[in-house]
């Protein structure tokens, strides 16, 4: 039996026991389902490779009926774009304008940005929570599972941690800020600035201060661009996982909306999957 099973057995009282065996239940099932997906995309390379069911089947000791089971039920293995439990959104606050005592607001693009993101993580079987930073932009980024929104100039912090991507960054001058791209020295500003219902962002996964992972960023020349990168995962994130898996990278998304609902309308990627690792 398993030491912490049987742990868990020995404990007398059974509020307690009750309440450590929920505990374990949600982490082991967590463990199961990402091994779930791990195996589903194994099978793909593997089909990806030429090799046939019955070889596959003979090569793992399983049946061809459970090899065709394999591609089609489980977590896809693009979830892993996001995370492999419960992903946690932190985005960037302001704050309240016109109060005695001000708290922490955020803008209504970056809501829509993270309904989508929810919806787009409960399609890979995960699902969400959210938390708003608070000024000026402290965050705890040593953690599993987290996407953040919240442009350097909300925290300095995520400023600090951008500049370790030799390739792309926000930058800022007399005519506000844009994003740089330092491989070919272009600089994207964002439509928005000239009165054109368009914006840019940076997506791209930075490292963890404490140098044991990395987290998903997201974060527009203006709050909408947040959404346009969104929109852009919904469309291409299973492109995206087969070339970056969850390795580090970088690249800039423009996007187009609706002036009046403001809803994205398209988007579209501006630059090479930049990858630091490679």
């Not at 690249?251 to 002036?259: R, V």
Request: net charge neutral; with cysteine; proline share 7%.
């Amino acid at each position: 039996m398993n030491s912490e099973v049987q742990t868990l057995c020995e404990l007398p009282d059974p509020v307690e026991r009750a309440k450590r065996a929920g505990d374990l239940l949600t982490r082991y099932q967590t463990v199961v389902t990402e091994l779930s997906r791990i195996r589903r995309e194994a099978v793909e390379e593997l089909r990806a490779t030429g090799m046939t069911q019955a070889e596959m089947a003979a090569a793992l000791g399983m049946t061809r009926g459970r090899i065709s089971q394999l591609v089609t039920t489980g977590p896809p293995p693009e979830r892993a774009f996001l995370g492999t439990a419960t992903v946690t959104v932190a985005f960037g606050g302001k704050v309240e304008a016109g109060k005695a005592t001000p708290g922490p607001v955020v803008a209504q693009e970056d809501l829509t940005a993270y309904e989508q993101l929810r919806d787009l993580a409960h399609s890979v079987k995960l699902d969400t929570t959210y938390e708003v930073i608070p000024p000026p932009g402290v965050v705890r980024l040593n953690r599993d599972n987290l996407v953040v929104i919240c442009g350097p100039r909300l925290s300095p912090l995520i400023g600090q941690v951008l500049e370790s991507d030799p390739n792309l960054g926000f930058s800022t001058d007399e005519g506000g800020w844009h994003l740089l791209d330092r491989k070919t020295g272009r600089t994207y500003r964002s439509p928005m600035d000239a009165s054109t219902p368009g914006d840019v962002g940076y997506l791209g996964r930075l490292p963890r201060p404490d140098g044991r992972g990395t987290f998903l960023y997201i974060a527009g020349i203006h709050a909408i661009g947040a959404g346009g990168i969104v929109h852009h995962l919904h469309q291409e994130m299973t492109e995206l996982y087969r070339e970056v898996r969850t390795k580090r990278f970088s690249t800039l998304i423009a996007c187009q909306f609706d002036p009046h609902s403001r809803e994205v309308l398209s988007s579209e990627r501006l630059t090479p999957l930049y990858r630091p690792e490679a």
